[in-house]
Every structure is written in structure tokens, then in C-alpha cells.
């Protein structure tokens, strides 16, 4: 649930931040440049959320205030610019066209929801190879790990 509500508080502290930016993009003259604009605004404040502040402190905005944190699979470690760029187009592609996909795709015979291929089995995990998890339980990890090598 936590998951949810952060990916729910990004997507509205990206909206109402380029909401604020409306009326400087209105005043650049004709709606298509107007359009424009917003969409270039909201592809950068998404990147710099989602990439840009995981990298420097493991959690994109609405992440840090559930107590969310990204973490590298699978020893735990902070993730890569790389990885969290390919995190970010998953998440800006391929994600939003899933309901039309199931919508049109056919359903499975056995019942159970269909997977693309390479598509993780566990629902915490994506295919950049990272997981979020709770920051208490993070710290509760690297204290376990710290004193099993002492």
C-alpha cells in the first residue's frame, strides 16, 4: 500500500508543480507551443524525481515521505544512473499501456494473469533490478549484515 500512495504522491507533486508552471507556458504564445512546453516540463520534473533524487538519496519525493527506499538487487546496495534510467522509461512506457493490453490481449487458460517475458514474478521487484522497500526494514538489513561480519 505504501507503494502505491508514494507512486500516487509523485504523480501529484509532478502535476501540481508543472500546474504552478500552467501560466508561464499559456503566455508563451499559441496551444501547441503551450502543450509543448508542459509536456517537456513534466518529462524533466519526472526524470529529475525519479532518477536525479533516487540517485542522491534512494527515494524519489513521494517515496521519501511514505519511508520508501530503492534499493540494488541483490545485495543492496544503492542503484546506478543507469539502472534508474531504465527504471524511469519502464515506468513512462511500457506501465501505462498495461490496461489497454489487457483489455485487447487474450486471456490466459489457466486463469492466472499473463506475464511478458522477463517480466519479474515478484511484485516488488522491476526490470531494472531493483526493489523498494521500507527504510526501517533497510536498516534493520544493514544492521543484521554489520553484525554478522563483525
Same mark, same amino acid.
Request: with cysteine; proline share 11%.
Given at each position: 500500500m505504501r507503494r502505491y !500512495?508514494?507512486?500516487?504522491?509523485?504523480?501529484? !507533486?509532478?502535476l501540481l508543480a508543472v500546474g504552478l508552471l500552467v501560466r508561464s507556458c499559456l503566455a508563451s504564445g499559441g496551444t501547441g507551443r503551450a502543450?509543448?512546453?508542459?509536456? &517537456?516540463?513534466?518529462t524533466v520534473l519526472s526524470f529529475a524525481n525519479q532518477v536525479?533524487?533516487?540517485?542522491? *538519496? @534512494? =527515494? +524519489?519525493?513521494?517515496?521519501?515521505?511514505m519511508g &520508501?527506499? *530503492?534499493?540494488? !538487487?541483490?545485495?543492496a546496495g544503492r $542503484?546506478?544512473?543507469r539502472r534508474l534510467v531504465l527504471r524511469w522509461l519502464y515506468g513512462l512506457l511500457w506501465l $501505462?499501456?498495461? $490496461?489497454? #493490453? #489487457?483489455?485487447?490481449?487474450? =486471456? =490466459? +487458460?489457466?486463469?492466472?494473469?499473463? @506475464?511478458?517475458?522477463?517480466? $519479474?514474478?515478484?511484485?516488488?521487484e522491476d526490470l531494472a533490478g *531493483?526493489?523498494? *522497500?521500507?527504510? +526501517?526494514?533497510l536498516r534493520s538489513y544493514?544492521?543484521?549484515v554489520r553484525g554478522r561480519t563483525d
Open positions: !500512495l508514494a507512486v500516487g504522491l509523485d504523480a501529484y !507533486l509532478c502543450i509543448a512546453l508542459l509536456v &517537456v516540463q513534466l536525479l533524487l533516487t540517485m542522491a *538519496v @534512494r =527515494a +524519489s519525493a513521494g517515496k521519501l515521505i &520508501v527506499r *530503492v534499493i540494488r !538487487l541483490p545485495d $542503484p546506478g544512473f $501505462p499501456l498495461q $490496461p489497454w #493490453r #489487457r483489455l485487447r490481449g487474450p =486471456a =490466459a +487458460s489457466d486463469g492466472a494473469p499473463e @506475464r511478458p517475458a522477463g517480466r $519479474p514474478a515478484e511484485p516488488y *531493483v526493489r523498494q *522497500v521500507r527504510h +526501517s526494514d544493514r544492521a543484521a
